[in-house]
């Protein structure tokens, strides 16, 4: 299983909008509506805040959203502020209650 | 509140072996499918392996089968991976995660532990 590709980085400024994309195949993003996103702080564990393709778990700003389109899936963050400044990791379930993951996008806050 | 707690990385030599365990708390440990996943320097996450809830069935990633073996004690809330055979590419912070949906998406993550492989 190959791993989602994600955009190294990505940046905006205070206020701003991000849109993070991750592209897989039809083997999984392009298959099911399971795809996730994870926020990841240095030295921290990663912390759910998109599952579902556009759901939030409780407690995450609604600042955050995701969608997908064929193969690709997006995490679109408004309203940019200091503290969203970290790495940003996509998942997808890949069948056989296996997923795959993206190789991280750093997102640097101006 | 729902917490894992990841112990056993250290420095071994190629070839060895160690133990990671992930002890959870604050919910019904029996009740989910639990998984393994890396993350080597500067690298993104990388999926290892997976349980389901009564450790009847078990996956791995073609690049850990064989070497890696992922088990579950739910008496003792515990999860654990053994591994073998250690090379210098199996270096990496891991992370046990609960799965929600079986393997849909993951929540919560522990703060993993660090396993360096290098003579």
């Known amino acids: 299983q190959s791993a989602l590709t994600q955009p190294r980085s990505v940046s905006g400024s205070p206020g701003q909008s991000v849109t993070i994309s991750c592209t897989g195949t039809?083997?999984?993003?392009?298959?099911?509506?399971?795809v996730s996103w994870y926020q990841q702080h240095p030295g921290k564990a990663p912390k759910v805040m998109i599952y579902?393709?556009?759901k939030r778990p409780s407690g995450v700003p609604d600042r955050f959203s995701g969608s997908k389109s064929g193969n690709t899936a997006s995490l679109t963050i408004s309203g940019l502020q200091a503290e969203d400044e970290a790495d940003y990791h996509c998942?997808?379930?890949?069948?056989?209650?296996?997923?795959?993951f993206g190789g991280g996008t750093k997102l640097t806050v101006l | 509140e729902v917490q894992l707690v990841e112990s056993g990385g250290d420095l071994v030599q190629p070839g060895g072996s160690l133990r990671l365990s992930c002890a959870a708390t604050?919910?019904?440990?029996?009740?989910?499918?639990m998984h393994w996943v890396r993350q080597a320097p500067g690298k993104g996450l990388v999926w290892v392996s997976r349980?389901?809830?009564?450790?009847?069935?078990?996956s791995y990633a073609d690049s850990v089968k064989g070497r890696f073996t992922i088990t579950r004690d739910n008496a003792k809330n515990t999860l654990y991976l053994q591994m073998n055979s250690l090379r210098a590419d199996d270096t990496a912070v891991y992370y046990c995660?609960?799965?929600?949906?079986?393997?849909?998406?993951?929540?919560?993550w522990g703060q993993g532990t660090l396993v360096t492989v290098s003579s």
């Open positions: 995660a609960r799965a929600l949906k079986f393997a849909r998406w993951f929540d919560p």
């Open positions: 579902d393709v556009n």
């Open positions: 039809s083997s999984d993003v392009g298959a099911y509506d399971s």
């Open positions: 998942c997808s379930y890949a069948g056989s209650y296996t997923p795959v």
């Open positions: 349980i389901n809830s009564d450790g009847s069935t078990t």
């Open positions: 604050g919910l019904t440990f029996s009740s989910y499918w």
